[in-house]
């Protein structure tokens, strides 16, 4: 039986919280939030309040780094909490043709490997998926936002 990852979410904030006009103002853009799930082989792995744009940072800057020949690794980290010792809030880690989706939070029991194309695909889904539900639920264009959206990534 092969692995199974599913990523969902859901915007906790109204759709009138942010607009193209808040494209530059950091303390709304980090104050919009989404319940994410990560659901492997049926099991939850991680369910978790964060800050969506922030997220959807992650994920773009990442899916912007993968090539046909390079994978990189894709870290989640939030402005909000100190993560020189814990970690990534969400990472996946890849290996040679294999990857893993980990987390601080997460349910340490699963150690769950997937063939890192199964990874690449879910990953570059979501940020598609992704920018597509902010665009439409907030309307808004991210492109005015994405500058703006605070990064943070590992200092190690």
């Known amino acids: 039986m092969s692995s199974q990852i599913i990523c ?8 009138n919280a942010i607009s193209n ?14 319940n994410v799930k990560i659901i492997i ?30 994978i990189p690794a894709f870290s989640y980290y939030s ?3 100190d993560h020189d010792e814990e970690g990534a809030i969400v990472s996946m880690v890849p290996s040679t043709d294999q990857g893993r989706i980990q987390s601080i939070w997460g349910d340490e ?3 769950t490997v997937f063939p890192l194309d199964t990874l690449v695909m879910c990953l570059s889904d979501l940020e598609r998926q ?16 994405i500058r703006h959206i605070p990064y ?3 200092k190690l």
């Open 79 to 81: 402005v909000e909490f």
């Open 8 to 15: 969902t979410y859901d915007f906790l904030n109204s759709p």
């Open 109 to 111: 029991r699963m150690n």
């Open 152 to 154: 943070s990534s590992s």
């Open 41 to 70: 082989d049926h099991a939850l792995y991680l369910e978790t309040s964060l800050s969506i744009f922030e997220f959807y940072k992650s994920l773009y800057r990442w899916k912007r780094q993968v090539t046909s020949t390079f």
């Open 21 to 34: 006009a808040s494209a530059r103002d950091i303390p709304t853009i980090l104050s919009i939030e989404a």
């Open 130 to 145: 992704l920018r597509f539900d902010l665009e439409a639920y907030f309307d808004i264009q991210l492109d005015a936002f």
